[in-house]
C-alpha cells in the first residue's frame, strides 16, 4: 500500500505543479530527523521456537521474531501490553510469553497477542512458563510486587488460554518463594526457586516439597533447570555453577569441575545437543560438558561471541543459539567454536556515546561495542570488537593518533580507527567503570563510576589516580582556558581544576540540581550543564549558575538533560522527550522532535560536518516498528527558528508571502492559525522536488513566522506550501544569489 500510496502522489505533484499548487512529497534526508541503518543488538533474555520460526524475549522491547533462522528479526508485539519478557514456551500451536505484568499467549505465530487471565496480570512477575507432557497443560512460576497476591505458582490446562493458582506454592516457614525455573522431569515437575533452591511437586501443585538432600542446601536461587536423558536433573545457580540430582531429586551435589570461580559461574540457562551440554559463563565464555558419570566442563573458543554476558543459550537441531545482554543474538553451528552475529532488524541497545576521528563516525552502545560510518552516518557497521573484553561502551575519544574507548571494565585503544583494539588500562584498579575521557594539552583525563579521576602523559599506556573529587560518579569533563570542569551524578555536582587535576574546587553556587550528566563549554566564559531538572548555565567560567530552562522558555526543567553539545551558536541538548536547542543563550528553546517517532529518550549527541547526530536509548516500541538507534539532521534546518509573534487567536488560517522576496540567502515566512492543528511547512523546487521541511509539529492558534536560510540552494524559482489541519496554501518565492 505504502509503495501504491507513494506512486500516485508522485503522479499528482507532477500534473499539477505546473499551477503552483503543491501537493505533498516525502521528506527528503535533510527536511527532519532521519533514521540511519546499521546500528543494532538487544537484550536477549529467552529464545524458544515453534514450527519454522524462532521467538526471542527482550527486556524491553518485546518479542521478535525470525522466519529464515535467525538471519532477520522482526517485532511482533501487537497486543503485548508489556514488553519485559523473561519466559517463552509453546503448548499446541500456541506460543506462551511470561512478562514483567502477567503472561500472554499467541495462536497465530506472533502476530497478535492475548493477555493470558487477569490471575496473572496484576502483580505477577512471570520469570518461568515450562510445558508438561499432559497435553495442554502449562505451568507459570512467578515473583510479586505486593503482599495482597503472594502466590507464585499456576496451572493452565488450556494450551496457556485461562490460568489458576496451584492448591499450594512453594513455601519457607509458612511464606510463598518466587520461582525463576520451572522442568517436568519423571513424571514430576520441580520448581527452582529465589533464595529457597529447588521443590518438587508430584501432584501438579496440590502440595509442594523442598529438596533438602545432598549438598546445594536450602537457600540456593536456582536460575535454570534441565535434564540429561531420564536419569539426571541439573540447576544452575547465582554463584554456585551447577548441581544435579540422579534420584529424581531427592538429593543434590555439584557439578563444577572446569567451571570458573564465582562470580563467573553463574548459570541462567542450559542447553543440549545430542549428548553435549551446554552453559554460558556469566562473563565468560561458553562451557560444555558430555553425559558422563560425572561433569567435566570444558571452555570452548567462542570466537565471535565478544559479549560474554549471555543470558540464554538454546538448540534447534545443531545450531546453537546465545541471547545476550546487549549484543543480540549470536549463532554457532560447530558447538560453539565460533560465532556470528544475527541482530539484523533488533534494535534494542543503547546508543550511550558518539563521536568522530576525522570523516570517520563512532557509536558506542551499551553491550554491542563499536559501530563506525565512514559516509557521514548514513550507513554504520559494527567494528572489530573481538579485543575489546567489554562491549559497554560509555564513552570515545579521539587523540593524538589514537582513539580511545571507556568502557565498564577500564579503557582501551585503537590506533587504526577501530579496526582493532589493545586495552589501555595499566594503573587503573580492576573493574573500573570509565564514563568519560578528556584530553587537556599533551595530558589524557578520565572520569570513573567510582568516584575517581585518572590522568596520562604517555597517551594512556600508564594512568595515575588523582582521587575522588566528590562522591558521586564522575559524567562528563569540559575546558574553558586551564580550567577543567567534570560534572558528578550522585555528589556535588561540578568541580574543576586550575593545575591539571592535582585539586578540585566545587563550582556549585547558584546549581539547584547538582546531578550533572553532561557539560559544554561555548567561548571563554560560558558553560552549560545538563541535569536532573534541566540546563543551567554559567557566563562566568563557573563562578556562579542559574537555570535556563523553564515551562515559560520552552524546555520544562522536570526534563532530565543526558547530553549536551553546541557549535558555537547553537545549544542543542537531548532528554527523555526528545532533543531541544536554543540558539540565545538558553533564553528560549525549541523542540525539535519533527521526525522522530513515540521514542525520543535521548542520551548522546555529536555535531559534525554541519549535522547533528542523536543517539538513543529504546524505550518504546510499537506494533510494527523499532525505533532506529542514530538520527541524522542538518544544522541548518534544526536552527530554524519558529516564533510565535502573537498569542491573539486569528479568525481564519492563513499563509503570507515571505519577505525580502526575491531573497539571498535568508527569508522569513510568516502564518495564522486560527485553532491547535499539525502544521507543515515545506519548500519545493520548480520540478515539484521537495528541498527542504521546517516545520513538522503541532501548533496553539496563534500568528508564527520561520526564518529560512536557504544558504544550500542555487538560484532559482521555489514554491512554499503550509499544511494547517485541513487547510493547505502554496505561495512563490524567488532566490537570487
Same mark, same amino acid.
Given at each position: 500500500?505504502?509503495?501504491?500510496?507513494?506512486?500516485?502522489?508522485?503522479?499528482?505533484?507532477?500534473?499539477?505543479?505546473?499551477s503552483l499548487i503543491l501537493s505533498p512529497f516525502p521528506e527528503k534526508a535533510n527536511a527532519q530527523w532521519t533514521p540511519t541503518n546499521g546500528v543494532s543488538g538487544g537484550f536477549i533474555w529467552c529464545i524458544t521456537s515453534s514450527s519454522s520460526n524462532l521467538f526471542a524475549g527482550t527486556f524491553g522491547y518485546g518479542i521478535f521474531k525470525s522466519t529464515d533462522n535467525g538471519a532477520s528479526w522482526n517485532p511482533c508485539i501487537n497486543g503485548l501490553k508489556n514488553t519485559?519478557?523473561?519466559?517463552?514456551?509453546?503448548?499446541?500451536?500456541?506460543?506462551?510469553?511470561?512478562?514483567?505484568?502477567?503472561?500472554?499467549?499467541?495462536?497465530?505465530?506472533?502476530?497478535?497477542?492475548?493477555?493470558?487471565?487477569?490471575?496473572?496480570?496484576?502483580?505477577?512477575?512471570?520469570?518461568?512458563?515450562?510445558?508438561?507432557?499432559?497435553?495442554?497443560?502449562?505451568?507459570?512460576?512467578?515473583?510479586? @510486587?505486593?503482599?495482597?497476591?503472594?502466590?507464585?505458582?499456576?496451572?493452565?490446562?488450556?494450551?496457556?488460554?485461562?490460568?489458576?493458582?496451584?492448591?499450594?506454592?512453594?513455601?519457607?516457614?509458612?511464606?510463598?518463594?518466587?520461582?525463576?525455573?520451572?522442568?517436568?522431569?519423571?513424571?514430576?515437575?520441580?520448581?527452582?526457586?529465589?533464595?529457597?533452591?529447588?521443590?518438587?511437586?508430584?501432584?501438579?501443585?496440590?502440595?509442594?516439597?523442598?529438596?533438602?538432600?545432598?549438598?546445594?542446601?536450602?537457600?540456593?536461587?536456582?536460575?535454570?533447570?534441565?535434564?540429561?536423558?531420564?536419569?539426571?536433573?541439573?540447576?544452575?545457580?547465582?554463584?554456585?555453577?551447577?548441581?544435579?540430582?540422579?534420584?529424581?531429586?531427592?538429593?543434590?551435589?555439584?557439578?563444577?569441575?572446569?567451571?570458573?570461580?564465582?562470580?563467573?559461574?553463574?548459570?541462567?540457562?542450559?542447553?543440549?545437543?545430542?549428548?553435549?551440554?551446554?552453559?554460558?559463563?556469566?562473563?565468560?565464555?561458553?562451557?560444555?560438558?558430555?553425559?558422563?558419570?560425572?561433569?567435566?566442563?570444558?571452555?570452548?573458543?567462542?570466537?565471535?561471541?565478544?559479549?560474554?554476558?549471555?543470558?540464554?543459550?538454546?538448540?534447534?537441531?545443531?545450531?546453537?543459539?546465545?541471547?545476550?545482554?546487549?549484543?543480540?543474538?549470536?549463532?554457532?553451528?560447530?558447538?560453539?567454536?565460533?560465532?556470528?552475529?544475527?541482530?539484523?532488524?533488533?534494535?534494542?541497545?543503547?546508543?550511550?556515546?558518539?563521536?568522530?576521528?576525522?570523516?570517520?563516525?563512532?557509536?558506542?552502545?551499551?553491550?554491542?561495542?563499536?559501530?563506525?560510518?565512514?559516509?557521514?552516518?548514513?550507513?554504520?557497521?559494527?567494528?572489530?570488537?573481538?579485543?575489546?573484553?567489554?562491549?559497554?561502551?560509555?564513552?570515545?575519544?579521539?587523540?593524538?593518533?589514537?582513539?580511545?574507548?571507556?568502557?565498564?571494565?577500564?579503557?582501551?585503544?585503537?590506533?587504526?580507527?577501530?579496526?582493532?583494539?589493545?586495552?589501555?588500562?595499566?594503573?587503573?584498579?580492576?573493574?573500573?567503570?570509565?564514563?568519560?575521557?578528556?584530553?587537556?594539552?599533551?595530558?589524557?583525563?578520565?572520569?570513573?563510576?567510582?568516584? @575517581?579521576?585518572?590522568?596520562?602523559?604517555?597517551?594512556?599506556?600508564?594512568?595515575?589516580?588523582?582521587?575522588?573529587?566528590?562522591?558521586?560518579?564522575?559524567?562528563?569533563?569540559?575546558?574553558?582556558?586551564?580550567?577543567?570542569?567534570?560534572?558528578?551524578?550522585?555528589?556535588?555536582?561540578?568541580?574543576?581544576?586550575?593545575?591539571?587535576?592535582?585539586?578540585?574546587?566545587?563550582?556549585?553556587?547558584?546549581?539547584?540540581?547538582?546531578?550533572? @550528566?553532561?557539560?559544554?563549554?561555548?567561548?571563554?566564559?560560558?558553560?552549560?550543564?545538563?541535569?536532573?531538572?534541566?540546563?543551567?548555565?554559567?557566563?562566568?567560567?563557573?563562578?556562579?549558575?542559574?537555570?535556563?530552562?523553564?515551562?515559560?522558555?520552552?524546555?520544562?526543567?522536570?526534563?532530565?538533560?543526558?547530553?549536551?553539545?553546541?557549535?558555537?551558536?547553537?545549544?542543542?541538548?537531548?532528554?527523555?522527550?526528545?532533543?531541544?536547542?536554543?540558539?540565545?543563550?538558553?533564553?528560549?528553546?525549541?523542540?525539535?522532535?519533527?521526525?522522530?517517532?513515540?521514542?525520543?529518550?535521548?542520551?548522546?549527541?555529536?555535531?559534525?560536518?554541519?549535522?547533528?547526530?542523536?543517539?538513543?536509548?529504546?524505550?518504546?516500541?510499537?506494533?510494527?516498528?523499532?525505533?532506529?538507534?542514530?538520527?541524522?539532521?542538518?544544522?541548518?534546518?534544526?536552527?530554524?527558528?519558529?516564533?510565535n509573534i502573537s498569542t491573539t487567536i486569528p479568525d481564519k488560517f492563513n499563509l503570507m508571502q515571505n519577505y525580502p522576496n526575491p531573497f539571498n540567502p535568508a527569508t522569513t515566512i510568516k502564518w495564522s492559525i486560527k485553532e491547535g492543528a499539525f502544521v507543515t511547512l515545506k519548500i519545493f523546487d520548480a520540478t515539484g522536488q521537495e528541498v527542504g521541511s521546517y516545520v513538522n509539529e503541532k501548533l496553539n492558534a496563534g500568528v508564527y513566522e520561520a526564518n529560512i536560510?536557504?544558504?544550500?540552494?542555487?538560484?532559482?524559482?521555489?514554491?512554499?506550501?503550509?499544511?494547517?489541519?485541513?487547510?493547505?496554501?502554496?505561495?512563490?518565492?524567488?532566490?537570487?544569489?
Amino acid at each position: 500500500m505504502k509503495n501504491k500510496n507513494t506512486r500516485f502522489i508522485r503522479f499528482l505533484l507532477f500534473i499539477i505543479a505546473t499551477s503552483l499548487i503543491l501537493s505533498p512529497f516525502p521528506e527528503k534526508a535533510n527536511a527532519q530527523w532521519t533514521p540511519t541503518n546499521g546500528v543494532s543488538g538487544g537484550f536477549i533474555w529467552c529464545i524458544t521456537s515453534s514450527s519454522s520460526n524462532l521467538f526471542a524475549g527482550t527486556f524491553g522491547y518485546g518479542i521478535f521474531k525470525s522466519t529464515d533462522n535467525g538471519a532477520s528479526w522482526n517485532p511482533c508485539i501487537n497486543g503485548l501490553k508489556n514488553t519485559y519478557v523473561f519466559s517463552l514456551t509453546t503448548s499446541g500451536s500456541n506460543i506462551i510469553a511470561g512478562t514483567w505484568l502477567g503472561i500472554y499467549y499467541s495462536s497465530n505465530n506472533g502476530d497478535t497477542w492475548n493477555v493470558g487471565d487477569t490471575v496473572l496480570t496484576a502483580s505477577k512477575i512471570v520469570y518461568a512458563v515450562s510445558t508438561l507432557g499432559t497435553t495442554g497443560t502449562v505451568f507459570a512460576g512467578t515473583s510479586y @510486587h505486593n503482599a495482597s497476591d503472594p502466590k507464585t505458582t499456576f496451572i493452565s490446562t488450556n494450551y496457556g488460554i485461562t490460568w489458576s493458582s496451584t492448591t499450594t506454592n512453594p513455601q519457607v516457614a509458612g511464606t510463598n518463594v518466587g520461582v525463576y525455573s520451572l522442568i517436568e522431569f519423571g513424571g514430576n515437575l520441580f520448581a527452582g526457586t529465589a533464595g529457597a533452591s529447588v521443590f518438587r511437586t508430584v501432584n501438579y501443585g496440590s502440595t509442594w516439597n523442598q529438596m533438602t538432600g545432598g549438598t546445594m542446601g536450602t537457600t540456593q536461587n536456582v536460575y535454570c533447570l534441565s535434564a540429561i536423558g531420564t536419569t539426571k536433573l541439573l540447576a544452575g545457580t547465582n554463584q554456585n555453577g551447577f548441581f544435579w540430582s540422579l534420584d529424581n531429586g531427592a538429593t543434590w551435589n555439584p557439578q563444577n569441575t572446569g567451571l570458573p570461580a564465582a562470580p563467573n559461574n553463574t548459570i541462567y540457562n542450559i542447553t543440549t545437543i545430542g549428548s553435549n551440554i551446554f552453559v554460558p559463563s556469566f562473563g565468560n565464555v561458553v562451557y560444555m560438558a558430555t553425559n558422563g558419570v560425572t561433569l567435566t566442563w570444558t571452555p570452548t573458543t567462542s570466537t565471535g561471541l565478544f559479549n560474554k554476558s549471555v543470558y540464554s543459550i538454546y538448540s534447534l537441531g545443531s545450531t546453537l543459539y546465545a541471547g545476550t545482554w546487549g549484543a543480540g543474538v549470536f549463532i554457532s553451528n560447530n558447538n560453539a567454536s565460533s560465532w556470528s552475529r544475527s541482530n539484523n532488524g533488533l534494535k534494542d541497545v543503547v546508543v550511550g556515546c558518539l563521536s568522530n576521528n576525522g570523516s570517520t563516525l563512532f557509536a558506542g552502545t551499551l553491550g554491542n561495542g563499536v559501530f563506525f560510518s565512514t559516509n557521514n552516518g548514513d550507513n554504520w557497521a559494527q567494528a572489530d570488537n573481538t579485543a575489546l573484553a567489554d562491549p559497554n561502551i560509555n564513552t570515545i575519544m579521539p587523540y593524538s593518533t589514537n582513539i580511545f574507548a571507556g568502557t565498564n571494565n577500564g579503557i582501551y585503544l585503537s590506533g587504526n580507527n577501530g579496526v582493532t583494539w589493545t586495552s589501555s588500562s595499566t594503573g587503573l584498579p580492576a573493574n573500573t567503570q570509565i564514563n568519560c575521557i578528556i584530553p587537556v594539552s599533551s595530558i589524557l583525563f578520565a572520569g570513573s563510576q567510582n568516584n @575517581h579521576v585518572y590522568k596520562s602523559t604517555n597517551n594512556g599506556a600508564v594512568w595515575t589516580d588523582l582521587g575522588s573529587p566528590s562522591s558521586g560518579a564522575v559524567t562528563s569533563f569540559a575546558t574553558i582556558g586551564i580550567n577543567i570542569f567534570l560534572s558528578c551524578i550522585g555528589g556535588n555536582g561540578i568541580f574543576y581544576s586550575l593545575n591539571g587535576g592535582t585539586t578540585w574546587n566545587p563550582s556549585t553556587t547558584g546549581l539547584t540540581n547538582r546531578n550533572v @550528566h553532561s557539560l559544554s563549554a561555548l567561548g571563554t566564559t560560558n558553560i552549560f550543564a545538563g541535569t536532573e531538572r534541566g540546563v543551567f548555565l554559567s557566563t562566568n567560567t563557573g563562578a556562579t549558575w542559574s537555570r535556563v530552562s523553564n515551562k515559560s522558555n520552552g524546555m520544562d526543567s522536570v526534563l532530565t538533560v543526558y547530553s549536551i553539545v553546541n557549535d558555537g551558536t547553537n545549544v542543542i541538548a537531548g532528554t527523555f522527550n526528545g532533543v531541544y536547542l536554543t540558539s540565545n543563550m538558553g533564553a528560549t528553546w525549541q523542540k525539535k522532535n519533527q521526525g522522530l517517532g513515540a521514542d525520543t529518550l535521548f542520551v548522546s549527541l555529536l555535531i559534525y560536518n554541519n549535522n547533528v547526530f542523536a543517539g538513543m536509548w529504546p524505550m518504546i516500541p510499537n506494533n510494527s516498528l523499532v525505533s532506529p538507534l542514530v538520527w541524522k539532521r542538518s544544522i541548518a534546518n534544526i536552527s530554524i527558528g519558529i516564533k510565535n509573534i502573537s498569542t491573539t487567536i486569528p479568525d481564519k488560517f492563513n499563509l503570507m508571502q515571505n519577505y525580502p522576496n526575491p531573497f539571498n540567502p535568508a527569508t522569513t515566512i510568516k502564518w495564522s492559525i486560527k485553532e491547535g492543528a499539525f502544521v507543515t511547512l515545506k519548500i519545493f523546487d520548480a520540478t515539484g522536488q521537495e528541498v527542504g521541511s521546517y516545520v513538522n509539529e503541532k501548533l496553539n492558534a496563534g500568528v508564527y513566522e520561520a526564518n529560512i536560510d536557504a544558504s544550500n540552494l542555487s538560484s532559482g524559482v521555489y514554491f512554499y506550501k503550509l499544511q494547517a489541519g485541513n487547510f493547505t496554501d502554496t505561495k512563490k518565492m524567488v532566490l537570487i544569489k
